[in-house]
């Protein structure tokens, strides 16, 4: 028997070496960093060196949970999560319906097509394409559209109160081709009897999208978005940094959790604030899958995650 | 069979919609193309508009003669979407690979050793540390390739799948009684039936590659290791510095930032490999999409 096990292992040798680069890969860039979270609790001191900065504790949590930057970056963060969810599901399958219904396969590839096309832009470009509708003095809003409308100019980089509307814009302009093909796919998948049958029944369109595709979407419509519930602590920080152009002004509807750990580093130099705010993120991140992985397990066992 | 009035109706309704979507989709990226193709000084003047006002190919000209910098981002760019990418096709199908075979000792341990690293991070404070202080890979071209892009649990997950639904255990068995190793089976034998998921997962690699921005912004400020995407980044940071400063200092002056149509023409130089060979591998872009939403 120990005899029998040794040549499996001594068999498997090979299958361990093939792993080799993938797992040295995981524990450099994924774990290294989840024990480097102690810098959360370190008053970092570049002089000093990362290891030998003096240990504060959870000062840095209650200093920044003291701040109204906190409240802020939270709010947003959760809010903005949820617009899209709400959004983006109901427009993902409003478009996943209509591309089903197309007929004709060329039809739906164009569709398909241009609609994805957003999605493979960068953030970068999407940005420049913002300011070419922005710019307060050549932008597209300014000097064309607003003014044969009636209205006056907005300054766009500078008013805040328009960012709720064109985040979740933009938002769903770049996403709507993925979450349309994504419920496309799973209604490709349903029987093609029951809308027959729903046919010689003599039932609508209108009443064969209600009673058979909207409830056959259901499991994936619960499983999407758990999923993104559980990453509501997650904020796309392309959408958030590059679309405002960082710009100062914007900060009270632009600010998320993403940003606000990116301007500490790198812009503010205070790392432990930062780090603080990191792991407040990932922390309660951690705890919202494992939460929503628990909910769905109790709803709907088959679509459980893990 | 006879389309009914209603049916026809709803198909006319339906392509409305969607055609409409179409035009709000393409008017932004063809408002960025028109501004490339315009005089500079009519863009200026007259505002960004969707029909060039003074049809101009000078923005595209500079480009391609006279500016160093755009040119050394593209090679950059390139060498690091192919290289990263090709680097990304050895490591990954290589972890995947075992983790499909059910008779691997270590195969549920190293599939949750995967799958965690989808719950949970450090966050990117501890990464730019160990990054910049241990492995001090500030300011070199590593810095664009290795953190985060080269493999994810994600992909890792998506292809271990799909060689455990693909290829048959006795295929595996069989090759094995014939001979062959280990490492010459997963070349001879399992690549070769795996080229769908190798190209979609390629493909998403290859574009994450493209299109990143975010290792430069942290790990780059010399310039002569931009890629293009940070290029463009810096551009448009001075852009909006010169608009929110109300004098024109020294540092602005000293700035020299490109006009607006060359600044439009080097973003439509970023789009143009993704849109040109989007047409080839779109097949291979919705799979990826579809199997993505697969649970794991």
């Known amino acids: 028997m120990a005899d029998g096990s040794k040549t499996i292992w001594k068999r498997q040798i090979p299958l361990f070496l093939m792993i080799v680069p993938g797992c040295l890969y995981l524990i450099v860039n ?19 060196g990362i290891f030998k900065s003096d240990w504060v504790g959870f000062s840095n949590f209650t200093y920044l949970f ?16 949820l617009a899209f969810i709400v959004i983006g599901t109901v427009t993902g399958i409003a478009v996943g319906i209509m591309l089903s219904e197309l007929r004709g396969s060329v039809k739906l590839k164009f569709y398909q097509t241009v609609l994805l096309l957003p999605y493979l832009l960068s953030w970068v470009i999407v940005a420049y394409i913002g300011y070419a509708f922005m710019s307060s003095d050549i932008g597209l809003l300014n000097n064309a559209i607003l003014p044969a409308l009636g209205l006056k100019p907005i300054s766009w980089y500078a008013d805040y109160k328009v960012w709720p509307f064109i985040l979740t814009a933009v938002n769903l302009w770049k996403g709507i081709g993925y979450s349309s093909v994504l419920y ?3 209604i490709i998948g349903i029987d093609k009897n029951l809308y027959e049958a729903a046919q010689i029944d003599g039932a609508s369109k209108w009443r064969q999208i209600k009673n058979i595709t909207l409830p056959m979407l259901k499991p994936m419509v619960i499983m999407l978005v758990i999923l993104n519930v559980g990453r509501i602590f997650n904020s796309d920080f392309g959408l958030f940094y590059q679309l405002p152009m960082n710009s100062g002004a914007l900060y009270p509807t632009t600010q998320t959790i993403d940003t606000y750990v990116y301007r500490g580093l790198m812009q503010l130099n205070d790392v432990s604030m930062s780090a603080a705010a990191g792991l407040y993120q990932s922390v309660v991140g951690f705890v919202m899958v494992i939460a929503a992985n628990a ?12 | 069979m006879i389309q009914s009035r209603s049916e026809t109706i709803f198909q006319v309704a339906i392509n409305i919609c969607l055609s409409f979507m179409v035009l709000m989709v393409i008017i932004p990226i063809w408002l960025l193309i028109a501004g490339s193709f315009t005089d500079d000084s009519a863009l200026i003047s007259g505002g960004y508009g969707l029909f060039p006002k003074v049809f101009s190919l000078s923005a595209y000209e500079y480009l391609m003669f006279k500016s160093k910098d755009i040119l050394n981002a593209l090679g950059i760019s390139f060498f690091i979407t192919t290289t990263g990418t090709a680097a990304s096709l050895i490591i990954t199908p290589l972890l995947a690979y075992p983790l499909s075979r059910k008779d691997f000792t270590a195969r549920n341990a190293v599939s949750f050793f995967v799958f965690f690293t989808m719950l ?3 966050g990117i404070v501890p990464s730019y540390m160990m990054w910049t202080q241990f492995f001090k890979i500030k300011n070199t071209v590593w810095a664009l390739m290795i953190p985060n892009l080269l493999m994810n649990g994600f992909s890792v997950i998506m292809m271990k799948n799909y060689f455990a639904q693909n290829i048959p255990a006795e295929l595996i068995e069989a090759a094995k009684i014939d001979g062959g190793g280990e490492f010459y089976i ?15 997962i390629g493909l998403l690699t290859a574009i994450g590659f493209w299109n990143d921005w975010t290792n430069g912004l942290y790990y780059v400020n010399d310039s002569r290791f931009f890629s293009l995407q940070n290029l463009l980044n810096r551009i448009l940071t001075n852009v909006q510095f010169l608009a929110s400063s109300t004098e024109i200092s020294q540092r602005a002056v000293n700035m020299k930032l490109p006009s607006v149509s060359i600044r439009m023409a080097i973003a439509v130089v970023g789009v143009t490999p993704i849109m040109a060979l989007y047409p080839f591998f779109q097949k291979y872009f919705v799979k990826g999409i579809t199997i993505g939403a697969v649970k794991g």
Not at chain 1, 295 to 306: A, I, M, T
């Open chain 1, 30 to 48: 994924n774990y290294a960093p989840m024990f480097g979270v102690f810098i959360a609790f370190k008053n970092i001191d570049y002089a000093k």
């Open chain 1, 66 to 81: 003291k701040t109204a930057d906190a409240f802020v970056i939270t709010r947003n963060t959760v809010l903005y999560n």
């Open chain 2, 120 to 122: 949970f991070n450090g």
């Open chain 1, 184 to 186: 496309l796919s799973t």
């Open chain 2, 186 to 200: 997963f070349y001879k034998v399992v690549l070769p039936l795996s080229l769908p998921i190798m190209a979609t």
């Open chain 1, 295 to 306: 909910f769905v397990r109790k709803v709907s066992s088959e679509n459980v995650l893990f």
